[in-house]
């Protein structure tokens, strides 16, 4: 496969998380955005649409994963090391769902510090505005919830930071296709 069709797994990955995403809402009438995670969806034993959520993320993390090691390690070297770190933590995510406790937790709060980090070293590496806004608002998204500014459950500042972080993901696969 060429380098240039890998450049499609970094925008097909973030559709195949937030398609298992919206299906699992979609299938999930208890679920609120007032009052859930994004993981309850993938709670093994609470939910009827574990698989389909958890397998949308264990698949965006492989795709992620190779995006960042092929096409988007030439394009940004120090970015994609942090980016394949994130795909990883997101497998992680999915793989020990709700019903590992704090394992579960552990993971999920170091998947989104790590997109955090991911997207201060793009900005840096390529001097991304997008990538600073991407960042201020994951950050302030989780400061708000935090400060309980708004009354939501986490689901919101989950949804929120993630496809900020996407934004310059998939504008930087769109770049790297481009340019090969």
């Known amino acids: 496969m060429s380098e240039r069709a890998y450049s499609f797994f970094g925008i097909v990955g973030p559709i195949?998380?937030?398609t298992s995403i919206g299906v699992s809402i979609a299938l999930s009438p208890w679920f609120r955005w007032e009052r859930n995670a994004l993981s309850d969806l993938g709670h093994a034993v609470k939910?009827?649409?574990?698989?389909?959520?958890n397998l949308g993320l264990l698949l965006a993390g492989?795709?992620?994963?190779?995006?960042?090691v092929t096409a988007f390690r030439k394009y940004a070297r120090y970015t994609s090391i942090c980016l394949a770190a994130s795909a990883f933590l997101l497998q992680?995510?999915?793989?020990?769902?709700?019903?590992?406790?704090?394992?579960?937790?552990?993971v999920s709060v170091l998947f989104f510090v790590s997109i955090g980090i991911t997207s201060i070293v793009y900005?840096?590496?390529?001097?991304?505005?997008?990538?600073?806004?991407?960042?201020?608002?994951?950050?302030?998204?989780?400061?708000l919830y935090g400060m309980r500014f708004y009354n939501a459950g986490i689901a919101v500042p989950e949804a929120?930071?993630?496809?900020?972080?996407?934004?310059?993901v998939v504008a930087s696969a769109v770049k790297t296709y481009l340019d090969k």
């Not at 939910?47 to 959520?53: E, N, R």
């Not at 929120?160 to 310059?168: E, H, K, N, R």
């Open 16 to 18: 195949v998380a937030y």
């Open 47 to 53: 939910s009827g649409v574990a698989p389909v959520y």
């Open 62 to 68: 492989v795709l992620m994963a190779v995006y960042a």
């Open 92 to 106: 992680l995510v999915a793989t020990f769902d709700e019903v590992y406790g704090l394992i579960h937790q552990t």
């Open 123 to 143: 900005a840096a590496e390529k001097k991304s505005r997008l990538a600073v806004i991407a960042f201020m608002i994951g950050l302030g998204s989780w400061a």
């Open 160 to 168: 929120i930071s993630s496809v900020a972080v996407v934004s310059w």
